[in-house]
């Protein structure tokens, strides 16, 4: 199956892609990569991929242009992925929250069809602030109200194997406010991120920032100046560890 809509078949394509030697078996967690030339311009796919939640992000490098992102949880079994989305960059465009979408095996990597685009595997690299965080509040901690997970504004940031992504949304509107990633490190109190893609402003990307920080129990204080060179304090809450 292939949709004629290029918005849907970036919603549907990667989770088409995601198979198993095993149908039985849990997808294997971690970030996966794969790249589609579109228009004489090469489009990046980076699919993260936890127990039960995936973010498919696709961008453009060089020059660099955000294109979309969705998220949610899944469950899978029988070749079939259900898929209800937190997130979808394209709302407006395509209304969609849901999907069921067939799977098949196709060997040690994710291919579909007869599109040719392979997702591989990147390798592990295992840092402190590796895991899934909500934004709580800013800080300095005071015992002031903190957003938690039921709150439905969202802001999530995504430490997976050396890759960076923070996604603002609204799970019940579907409202989406941006998102920004690329790569990170982190040791010795020390976080550097270095921007690929940014929702908001394309010109971002490339550049690097670094930053302060200090896990305080599921806490991680965050400290340092923001993209636009502004002081910037930040506590963000865990909400599950790689």
Known sequence: MFLKNPLLNHLFLPFLLLVTANL????????????????????????????????????????????????????????????????????ELDGIRDMEINYSPAGDKFQYGDTGLVFSKTPELKQDLDGFWLFATRGPDTGQERRGDDNARKTLKVLVDGTFQWIAYHTETFKFSGTGGGSYTAKDGTYTEAIVFFSRDNSRAGAELQFQYERMGNDWHHKGKNSRGEPLYEIWSLRWAD
């Open 24 to 91: 039985s078996a849990q997808l294997s967690p971690g970030v996966y990569m794969a790249t589609k030339t579109v228009d004489k311009q090469t489009e990046t796919h980076r699919l993260v991929i936890s127990p039960d939640y995936m973010v498919h992000s696709v961008y453009q490098e060089n020059p660099a242009n955000f294109v979309l992102t969705y998220g949610g949880y899944y469950e899978h079994g029988d070749g079939i992925i259900n898929l209800a989305l937190e997130f979808n960059s394209n709302y």
